[in-house]
């Protein structure tokens, strides 16, 4: 059917406009976005370095400059991925036309990636080997990254060239858990190595699990909810051929799409901001291994902080030898963390000493941004095995009473707030890649969402409750720190509209997806874990 004969078309929905070329001026100006973003992102670290006083030599940003390249490139993929989910409602039920959609849903993702916590951003990195995390400057550390990043936008391209909705937080998790396996088994024998953290791996697949099922049941309750409190006909129509549909319901599905969108940025803006921080760490530890930008008066309330996390450490070290160093301790943290075992005397004694020497540099220098160059990365670990022992002692079984803990968890926050932190410009980098993604291959995720999940044409009322169930779930998740798929939770949520409408379900786009689910995680933990073999007897 020509152009023509469908605009021409009252009957029957019609297929939405999707090879209409974008205007030139379009072009030009995604162009600029991308090279000015690629400018600010090269200037913010010259500047951050040399704000540093650190010596960075030419190979070392060279390194820099291609993991910075592959990881926004992941967010880029992420974008045009899973964001071609938030489109598909208002482009096939012609509320928006695409090129507009698209370009609507990359500002919102723009925004979403602007205002997000970070939370999530560290629940992906607590995945990662403990040895890997701490030494990610080295050889071993670079080909962690390169491996992760490499095998997540491999798998993600290749479902998208089948146009199967995939998810990017399954690749990713995949990777990571690919990389800590083949970090383990690459190890001599007898050494202790970390693998995959199953504990953390355990919670985020729950959500990776759990969040497409009540995309499912929760946007066909609300279907039939709708359907039982507001009997307007118009609402459960499919379009009108091309026809846009009432003010109301257009206003309706734009805020749902405008939602997800936002949400999805919030969400998945952050998978790469872990990783991108890990590579600045590795990279220039003086500038971005600790947060320099904390002021000098919350100095005093982190050093109480420390000495009552001290205490409390010290007074569960009965029996133990108390004489350790700085180095023991922290050899002892890392092998109490690689056996995700932390509850005993002699690591109780481990802990306090590593709290006093941190209350003491801290003291020492009065701020982060004092630190000495040479002083960094030990201090920068120290706190992060801190900050991870008092994560793991608060699953175990402790006889730590209620004031100890409240210690514990004040620590924690102060180390979280002095270690995990997120750069304005690693945000606004980030926002872009994710942003320009939204615009660049979305059509055949958005012909999969739109036109193969259900047997007939997709009604208003369908498209806006899986849109609603989608945005508040990922919001959900985001408050709580944990990724979840977009792809999944939309396109599942579709499929609950039509199976609550009894519009029938293609099964064949069903078991694809579900195919698609299911094999991720294997697949790109294979891809990510022979990456990670190849690139570690290579360097």
Known sequence: MTDQAIDMQTGPAARPHLDRAPHPAGGVAFLLVLLGGAVFVAYSVLRDVRGAGEAVEIGVFFLLGLALLIALGFEFVNGFHDTANAVATVIYTHSLPPMFAVVWSGAWNFAGVMV????????????????????????????????????????????WAFGIPNSSSHALVGSI???????????????????????????????????????????????????????????????????????????????????????????????????????????????????????????PAFIEAAHKAEAAFAAHAVGAPTAVSTAAARDAIGGALRAHKVASPANFVALA???????????????MSHVPAAKVPNLRNDMYLANDAIRLLAKEKTTLTKPESAALKTFS???????????????????????????????????????K???????????????????????????????????????????????????????????????????TLPAAMLLAGGLYFILRHLT
């Open 413 to 451: 926050g102060r180390l979280e707030a002095g270690t995990r932190f997120i750069p304005f410009w690693v945000k606004v980098s980030v926002a872009i890649a994710l942003g320009l993604g939204t615009m660049v291959g979305w059509k055949r995720i958005v012909v999969t969402v739109g036109e």
């Open 116 to 159: 997000s916590t970070g939370a999530v951003a560290y629940s992906i990195v607590t995945l990662l080997p403990v040895e890997l995390i701490l030494q990610v400057g080295s050889t071993a550390g670079y080909a962690m990254i390169f491996a992760l990043l490499i095998a997540a936008i491999i798998w993600n391209l290749g479902t």
């Open 177 to 299: 858990m690919g990389v800590g396996l083949a970090n383990q088994f690459m190890a001599p024998t007898g050494s202790a190595t970390s693998g995959v953290d199953w504990s953390q791996a355990a919670k985020v697949g729950e959500a990776l699990f759990w969040s497409p099922l009540i995309g499912f049941v929760a946007s066909a309750v609300l279907l039939l909810a709708v359907k039982f409190l507001i009997r307007n006909k118009e609402l459960y129509q499919a379009p009108e051929g091309v026809k846009p549909p009432p003010w109301w319901i257009r206003a309706t599905l734009i805020l749902t799409c405008t939602g997800v969108s936002f949400a999805h940025g919030g969400n998945d803006g952050q998978k790469g901001m872990g990783l991108i921080m890990l590579i600045l760490i590795g990279a220039a530890p003086t500038a971005y291994a600790l947060n320099r930008t904390m002021s000098d008066a919350s100095m």
């Open 353 to 367: 000493v590593l709290s006093s020497d941190i209350a003491d540099q801290v003291q020492t220098y009065g701020s």
């Open 453 to 519: 999940i259900g047997k007939t044409h997709l009604s208003y009322a369908q498209g806006a409750a899986a849109e609603l169930v989608a945005a508040i779930t990922i919001m959900g998740a985001e408050q709580i720190g944990v990724p979840v798929s977009t792809t999944h939770i939309l396109s599942s949520g579709v499929a609950g509209t039509m199976a609550a409408n009894g519009s029938g379900l293609q099964l064949g786009t069903l078991r694809n997806i579900a195919l698609a689910w299911v094999t």
